[in-house]
Structures are given as C-alpha cells and as structure tokens.
C-alpha cells in the first residue's frame, strides 16, 4: 500500500479559516497541508512550486478570484485537482466552478468527514488519471501531422455537436495537446453554446480579410474554452452564413492544420458545398448514427454516397449513438444492413446529458466516470489510432443480449 500522504494547499482570504481547515487535516495520518495562500495569485504561485496533490480554493478571494485561479490551475498544473469550498450554493457557482476545471464544490458548513471523502474521493481519480499521462508524455502527445476529423450524421438530432464537443475536451485532457473545434453548421451551430462561450468573434468575420489572413491572425478569431480547446464558432445570425463560402473553409482548415494536432469539425446533415470540403479535408468522418429506421436509411445513403466520391472505406467510423436505446433493432442486421461494423457504441445517459447541455458543461468534465464519458474516452483511441477492441467489443455483446431483430433476411 502507498504510504505516501496527500498534500493539500489551503486558499482562502480568511486567516481564521485557513487555520481551522489546518487543524482539521492534521488529524487525518494521509493528509499533509504544505502550504496557504491569502489570494488567488499567491494560490497559483504555490501550486507551480509545491505541487500540491489537492487546492483547497474559496471562490470570493482578491488579487485574482477562486474561479479564475482555478481555470489558470486546471489548464497548466493539472497534476493538482481543485476542490472549490464557498459559501455561495447557488447553481451559477457551481456551474462555473465544474466549467473551469474544479473537481468538487463543498459549500462552507460542510461536516468533517465531507471534505475528508472529497479529498481521497479526487486524490483516487486524478491517481487513476496518472498513469495515461505520463504514458502519453514519453512520447509526442500528437501525431507529426494534425488529424482532421469531421463529425456527420444524416439527420438532425443524432448528436453530432455533443459528441464533437466532447471528444474535443477529451482529446485535450487525455493527450494534452492543441485541439480546435470549427462550427460549420453556419446558421444555427450549436458549439458556442454547448461549451458556455460567448465568441468575440465567428467565422463569418474571417471573410473581409481572407487575403492577408494567416496563421497567427487566425488564432485572434478563436475563442478559448476552459479547458484549453479552442473553437472557431458559427456566425451569430443566420444570415452571416451566406458570407462564408468554400474558400473560406479551405483556407481555414489549411492554416488550422500547421498549429492543431486535431481539428474537430461539426458539420449540417447534407452534402452541401462546404460539408463536402469538410469531408474532402478529413483524415477520419464519424459517421453518427442512432437506433431507428429513419436514420439507418439515411446513414446506408450516406455510405454509398461517400464510396461514390471515392472515400477509402478507412476514412469513415460509424458511430452508434444511444447505442442501448431500446427500439427493436438488432445489431448485425444493422451492420449487415449498412455493410459496416460499428466502431464505437456511445450508450444514452438523458439524466447527465440534459443537464451537461444546459450548463454548458460537458459531461466528459462533469461526470468522467460516468459511462457514456468512459466511451468518448474510448472514442479518443480509435481517432488518435489507438482503438481499444476489447472495449468496444463488451458493448458490442452487451447489445446483442437485448437488440431484436427487424431487417427481413432475404
């Protein structure tokens, strides 16, 4: 057993506070305080140089608030996990707290044992987050060239802008290294907003200036996420779209190419222009499809029209969304329908998945436990090239044991 002790540092403005929270750790055996910090800047300070496994961080602190100091913390020191601890309990704290990076929100008045069991409680994830990064960090975090991977379904609703945006959170956190989602659905993407972002600027803007536009311009017009991915939105109004045409797109994907490892485009379910330049520009397409018959018709469409643009069959993954819907379809009639394997099952959780759109949380963050973020996870091997079979193939027997047949063999 590792005897190593837990090493916490305590950020809070209230010196009262910070002595208390110091004599409550000294009790427990495992746990160490290595240090306090008054202010947010002092707290980021100290977490580069003690490296503390745990941040006790209070929102309301001066020089630099909780939150931003807890954002600067998740995205360059994420060996040490934050545990906010406020007096606020409203929802919009908590909101921000989870969007920024923090692993747990305890709200002031908590009893003993509830910030015991939040400290081992991360301390035990972010023990099981190690070893995958210092594995990646032996090697380059990214292939030599960036990938581009363009996420496409036949029919609105099957999910593409949730699975983009979270495979594009899980890429950075799994592999830490530069990710860029690009909106293309152009009236009414939905990135921006599945991410709690409010853009400066959208793509639309790009277009005054394409000329002189360059790789460094370029990136003055993405907006940052928390999580360090970028995104590079959709215009603000549907009339905008009209100004971005297939130049623009090209160009744009070349010059996010020379500073991206992967580049995640969300896209409309047509075969438009500018999707069919999104497709032509990818390394890999995630094919999405869902459990009904309306979108499996579409999705055999869809196939045949991608072999007839001379697509190699490599190029496409077929992506099973709310892959343990129960809606009497059966799995290989599917696949035999389609004359494609499935690659990857993504299960459906409403209960996390509401919430996570609606704050603008993604679920990878929020509940990376839970089993539909274990999937995105699983999704991330298969598009940096490491597919995980044995994963993939407990849910392809799960789903046979419950999926029915409808297709008539012939």
């Known amino acids: 057993m590792d005897n190593e002790k837990i090493k916490v540092l305590i950020a809070d403005d209230e010196k009262e ?45 001066p020089v630099l608030d909780g939150i931003k100091a807890t954002e600067e ?34 709200v002031k008045g908590f009893a003993p044992d509830e910030l015991i069991n939040a400290i081992h409680r991360v301390k035990e994830f972010q023990d099981r987050r190690k ?7 032996k090697e380059e975090p990214f292939p030599p060239e960036a990938k581009v991977i363009t996420v496409f379904g036949t029919k609105g ?27 293309l659905d152009l009236q009414f993407g939905d990135i921006a907003m599945m991410l709690n972002l409010t853009p400066k600027f959208t793509i639309s803007d790009l277009t005054p200036n394409l000329e002189n536009l360059d790789k460094e311009v370029l990136k003055d017009y993405l907006t940052s996420h928390s999580s360090g991915v970028k995104v ?31 580049i995640i485009i969300d896209t409309v379910p047509s075969f438009e222009d500018i999707v069919l330049t999104a497709l032509d520009f990818s390394d890999l397409i ?34 099973l969304n709310r892959s343990d ?35 603008g949380v993604p679920f990878v963050s929020s509940n990376p436990e839970s089993e539909i973020s274990k999937s995105i996870r699983e999704l991330v091997h298969l598009v940096s090239g490491e597919v ?13 044991k419950f999926l029915k047949p409808i297709f008539a063999r012939h």
């Open 17 to 61: 506070i910070c002595e208390s929270l110091r004599r409550l750790l000294q009790l427990e055996e495992d746990i160490e305080v290595v240090g306090e910090a008054n202010d947010g800047k002092k707290a980021v300070s100290l977490t580069k140089s003690l490296k503390p496994d745990i941040v006790l961080m209070d929102i309301n602190m």
């Open 73 to 106: 913390i998740s995205l360059n020191l994420p060996s040490s996990a934050v545990i906010i601890v406020s007096v606020q309990d409203e929802q919009e704290y908590l909101r921000k707290a989870m969007s920024v990076g923090a692993q747990e929100y305890l």
């Open 131 to 137: 070893p995958r990064l210092v594995e990646v960090s």
């Open 157 to 183: 609703g099957v999910g593409r802008s949730l699975i983009a945006t979270n495979l594009a959170v899980s890429l950075r956190e799994e592999l830490k290294g530069e990710v860029v989602i690009v909106d």
């Open 232 to 262: 590079l939105a959709s215009p603000s109004k549907p009339a905008e779209a009209e100004r971005v045409g297939k130049e623009v797109v090209e160009k744009v994907l070349e010059l996010l190419k020379e500073s991206y490892g992967f």
């Open 286 to 319: 995630l094919l999405l499809a869902t459990l009904d018959l309306p979108t499996i018709k579409n999705t055999k469409l869809a196939l045949e029209t991608m072999s007839s643009l001379k697509y190699p069959p490599e190029k496409i993954r077929l992506v």
């Open 325 to 359: 819907s129960h809606t009497g379809l059966k799995l290989s009639d599917i696949e035999g329908s389609l004359h494609y394997k499935v690659s990857s099952f993504i299960p459906s959780d409403g209960k996390l998945v509401v919430p996570s759109v609606s704050r």
């Open 388 to 400: 995980v079979k044995t994963k993939v193939e407990e849910r392809r027997v799960g789903l046979r």
